[in-house]
């Protein structure tokens, strides 16, 4: 977990330090806008339910699933938006070997997932309320642990994902916010076909406009 904690910080900065750098060289534009527009760059924290679109990924992890992540927006104009977000969700299951000799043997299982999302908005706000539609790629490091056994599975996957919302502006800088996401990663091959580490999201936030 220490490498993909590197990995998840290293491409988590990454991302911060580009939108520092549009923000930074939007501000003339902001102030010939005047001061009295909205803030242009957001930060906030969002958490929300996962459903696994792999039949067996649900066979061996049947719990739910709740991922939490810190989300960045820079607002280029009233219509579209850049976004990154750094996602990490964790569960626990358990497989069943296909073992003609030990038919029912389980082993514990924990898999654990951190993403790096970036991608666009196509937005319109009205007084209060902002829909939006969106897409974009997704960097995902994972690791699945077998508990009982010196078996250890890790890697990288890119993916993509489409996503729908909508934001409530609370007060003059916070936003509530609710989307629901779609995002296939495909995972190469395995004993039971294709695999894809993607799925159904809905998530619930809180944004905070910092300038």
């Known amino acids: 977990m220490r490498t993909i904690n590197r990995k998840v910080l290293r491409a988590s900065a990454q991302c911060l330090i580009v939108f520092l750098l549009l923000s930074f060289f939007s501000l003339?534009?902001?102030?010939?806008?005047?001061?009295?527009?909205?803030?242009?760059?957001?930060?906030?924290?969002v958490a929300g339910f996962f459903y696994p679109q792999q039949n067996a990924f649900r066979q061996n992890y049947p719990k739910s699933i709740w991922p939490i992540e810190l989300q960045l927006a820079w607002s280029l104009n009233r219509k579209l938006s850049v976004f990154g977000a750094a996602r990490y969700l964790e569960t626990s299951g358990s497989t069943?070997?296909?073992?003609v000799q030990r038919p029912?043997?389980?082993?514990?299982?924990n898999w654990r997932m951190a993403t790096i999302r970036l991608g666009l908005?196509?937005?319109?706000w009205t007084s209060r309320f902002s829909p939006f539609l969106g897409t974009g790629i997704s960097t995902n490091f994972y690791?699945?642990?077998?508990?009982?056994?010196?078996?250890?599975t890790e890697g990288k996957k890119t993916g993509f994902f489409v996503q729908a919302g909508i934001?409530?502006?609370?007060q003059h800088r916070?936003?509530?916010?609710a989307q629901l996401?779609?995002?296939?990663?495909?995972?190469?091959?395995?004993?039971q076909g294709k695999a894809n580490l993607g799925g159904l999201n809905l998530s619930l936030g809180l944004l905070a406009g910092i300038f």
């Open 143 to 152: 690791k699945e642990q077998w508990l009982e056994v010196p078996r250890l």
């Open 104 to 109: 029912g043997e389980t082993y514990a299982l």
């Open 174 to 177: 916070w936003h509530a916010l």
């Open 96 to 99: 069943v070997l296909l073992d």
């Open 167 to 170: 934001r409530y502006r609370l």
């Open 121 to 124: 908005n196509c937005q319109t």
């Open 28 to 45: 003339p534009a902001s102030a010939a806008i005047g001061q009295d527009s909205p803030q242009r760059f957001f930060i906030g924290a």
């Open 181 to 191: 996401e779609y995002s296939s990663v495909p995972a190469g091959s395995g004993a």
